[in-house]
């Protein structure tokens, strides 16, 4: 027994679709940073701090743009940014405002689109970011992050914050991305 999907006009047997209604679209990602800062404290005047230092991250970005396709879209990054920290301390709070640029390091991104090609073993998180991996400074990547964070009281050890952050990888088609984030930190 056939059915005709006025979608697509594709013969299916009956009760099978061959498309997920656009209301079944939906996108899933994946972020998996990690990073470690070394500095140290260049100025202290009173009540303000400038702190500076290098931060090393490597962070892995995965998105599926469609559930209904297979298609798996990736970033990775393995870099160094020199960093930049003005904290300004007063009663028992704090306030800090931090900068850091990329230098130098390693990029890739997924440069095609299959819908046909389903990435989901261990082996597709693993191997294709790291196989395309490029080594560059402003020429290939920039990845920027400015934040601003505040502690209401420095006893209770949380801090809540905002962060702009800019990833542009120019290997192949270009890739960018601006993430915009509040932030809830706590302290163990």
């Known amino acids: 027994m056939e059915g005709r999907h006025a979608r697509n006009n594709v013969s299916t047997p009956a009760g099978v679709c061959t498309r997920l209604e656009s209301r ?17 404290t260049i100025l202290r005047n009173g009540r303000a701090t400038i702190r500076g230092g290098v931060n090393f991250i490597t962070d892995y970005n995965y998105q599926l743009t469609q559930l ?4 798996m879209f990736y970033t ?23 900068l850091q640029n990329s230098i130098f390091g390693f990029s890739s991104h997924r440069q095609g ?26 020429n290939r990547y920039n990845h920027t ?9 420095i006893a209770k ?23 915009h984030n509040l932030i809830w930190r706590m302290a163990l």
């Open 157 to 179: 050890r949380y801090s809540i914050g905002y962060e702009f952050e800019y990833l542009g990888v120019y290997q192949g088609k270009r890739f960018r991305r601006v993430s």
């Open 145 to 153: 992050t400015v934040s601003l964070e505040f502690v209401p009281n």
């Open 24 to 40: 079944y679209d939906r996108r899933a990602n994946t972020h998996c940073p990690c990073q470690c800062d070394v500095d140290k």
């Open 68 to 71: 209904n396709d297979g298609t």
């Open 113 to 138: 689109y299959d819908p046909y090609d389903f990435l989901f073993t261990c082996k597709d998180f693993l191997v294709y970011p790291h196989r395309e991996l490029r080594f560059g400074s402003f």
């Open 76 to 98: 990775a990054e393995i870099g160094f940014a020199p960093v930049i920290e003005y904290g300004y301390r007063w009663r028992n709070k704090r306030i800090n405002a931090r």
